[in-house]
């Protein structure tokens, strides 16, 4: 028997907005922007279906998650996202750059120790404590990789 996740939330998309950003010949720019807490599955399921379609398309990304403004992380997200981590592992590995992650909180930073716990990460990836380092990283050491694509993250 398969449970299906029901929400009545009137927006539940609210908690996290993907955004992508693809040129022919350069590396995609994903930014995952997590905004207070997930109302309920339907959101997080929607967060993964939005995301794994950048892995589907299976070209060289870099991927920034801004949870500046992330609430309480549920459980259920964590160990969804460790669960899409593991599906995703060998994608990750040949087409995920770099991840950076950024924090403001000692909450979410736990959480993140949880995830990377249960998955550990198939990339390099760093926290920061603010958008502006973390961009900068995501650029360095970038300009060879993926075939010499350029990677500039506006």
């Not at 716990?117 to 993926?146: G, I, M, N």
Request: aromatic share 10%; hydrophobic share 40%.
């Amino acid at each position: 028997m398969r449970m299906t996740a029901i929400c009545h939330c009137e927006t539940p998309r609210d908690f996290v907005q993907v955004k992508v950003l693809t040129k022919p010949d350069k590396v995609t720019k994903v930014l995952v922007r997590f905004s207070g807490t997930s109302c309920c599955d339907v959101s997080v399921d929607k967060y993964l279906n939005d995301i794994s379609q950048v892995y589907e398309n299976r070209h060289p990304f870099i991927l920034l998650y801004d949870a500046t403004q992330i609430g309480r992380i549920p459980i259920t997200l964590i160990n969804k996202q460790a669960l899409f981590m593991r599906k995703y592992d060998n994608i990750t590995k040949d087409y995920l750059l770099r991840c950076a992650v950024i924090l403001t909180s000692e909450w979410a930073r736990a959480s993140l120790k949880l995830l990377f716990t249960l998955k550990p990460a198939a990339c390099p990836l760093r926290t920061f404590s603010t958008v502006q380092d973390a961009k900068q990283w995501l650029k360095a050491d970038t300009e060879f990789a993926a075939n010499g694509a350029t990677k500039t993250f506006q």
